[in-house]
């Protein structure tokens, strides 16, 4: 994943360059770990679904992707056997999303794959480091949420 960067790059460049790194790192460890079907990327979806399920436009805010973009992930994960959908008692009209058994043995594989993606972090750069970087992206984050409206 080797790239000249530019000279002074832009946050959304660099965060979109970890999260091309975090999405491989995911997908490998995943497919090391015999969770094949999973795309590089689709592997976040297990994490999000709790055991009383959850309607995809929900899933995709948790996840903070485009309604569309979980669509399609929990469609792969359904053909490949990771999650179902069934009616939401709750509101006829729609469906919620469930872990299978499948899906439940590798919610596990999925985090703690992106525990080692950000130790391997730490390890290159320094723990201090990776702390100070998530600090600072939280605090950007929790101020942007609470300032007035969004663009």
Known sequence: MSRELPERPRITYLMRVLHQHYTQFIGTAMRDAGFAGIRPGDAKVLVFVPADGIPVGELATRAGVRKQTMLEAVEQL?????????????????????????????????????????????????????????????????????SSPRP
């Open 78 to 146: 359904e053909r490949s056997g990771y999650v179902e959908r069934r009616p939401n008692p709750r509101d006829g009209r729609s469906r919620l999303v469930f872990l299978t058994q499948q899906g439940q043995a590798a919610r596990p594989a999925a985090r703690a794959a992106g525990d080692r993606a950000e130790a391997y972090w730490a390890q290159l750069t320094g723990p201090e480091e990776v702390e100070s970087l998530r600090s600072g992206l939280l605090r950007l984050v929790e101020a942007i949420n609470a």
